[in-house]
């Protein structure tokens, strides 16, 4: 009884935050989370931002991977907001301190904000000249199940703590089952400093369905 209601909690999360606001809270460490769909994420971002979509396996991801005791700030579409915060004070984050107002319509004056992310077609990767590395996001069953012949198997759920394995140099391509999981791991990366990261469109899936060659991991039957 003594502590507030989600109700209560709500109401005090969705304050429509400046875009200097949302700047200094991101200086100050402050998690910001935008939760718009991968390819628009991808076509423009606030520098910086974790890109966790909605319309994907939300809380989920966002339970996993943000941290209850650090300030939240959403970028949205004007129309998800509230069942933004709302999806996260369920799963217990009641530390959202408010949403970028307009969206990324803010940013228009601030070019200099704005970042992208690299995607690229499962054809398109015969094009990379450079150095290239595949990381594969997916948990280990669905690794052995089937992958891309040398890529490196990195969970997404580990992908922070196991970060110094990924390559800092050549070009690094992230990919889960369907495109979902990879837009966030890609977006962890950059917010880590990571520029030489590619999308791969349609993940695995994709890779499949162009016929392209997988190798599948037996286990040995004990006994």
């Not at 939760?35 to 606030?46: I, K, T």
């Not at 979509?53 to 700030?73: C, M, Q, S």
């Not at 990261?197 to 190798?215: C, E």
Request: contains cysteine; negative net charge.
């Amino acid at each position: 009884q003594e502590r507030p209601n989600l109700d209560q909690l709500m109401k005090a999360s969705m304050e429509a935050l400046t875009l200097s606001a949302v700047l200094a809270l991101q200086k100050s460490s402050a998690q910001i989370v935008d939760v718009r769909e991968a390819a628009d994420f991808a076509g423009a971002h606030l520098r910086g931002a974790l890109n966790i979509g909605i319309e994907g396996r939300f809380a989920t991801w966002a339970g996993t991977l943000l941290n209850k005791d650090v300030p939240i700030v959403i970028i949205a579409e004007g129309h998800r907001v509230e069942e933004a915060i709302m999806r996260l004070g369920r799963i217990g984050f009641h530390n959202v301190k408010g949403y970028l107002k307009d969206g990324m319509a803010s940013l228009k004056e601030r070019t200099d904000l704005i970042a992208k992310t690299q995607r690229i077609s499962a054809a398109g990767i015969e094009e990379l000249e450079d150095e290239t590395t595949l990381v594969d996001i997916r948990n280990e069953n669905e690794w052995k199940s089937g992958h891309i012949e040398g890529s490196l198997n990195i969970p997404l759920n580990h992908l922070a703590d196991r970060i110094a394995e990924v390559p800092v140099s050549g070009q690094v391509l992230v990919h889960c089952q369907g495109g979902y999981r990879s837009m966030i791991a890609a977006s962890l990366l950059e917010k880590e400093g990571r520029s030489n990261i590619y999308d791969l469109v349609g993940g695995y899936q994709a890779w499949v369905t162009m016929k392209r060659p997988i190798t599948i991991s037996i286990q040995p039957i004990e006994g």
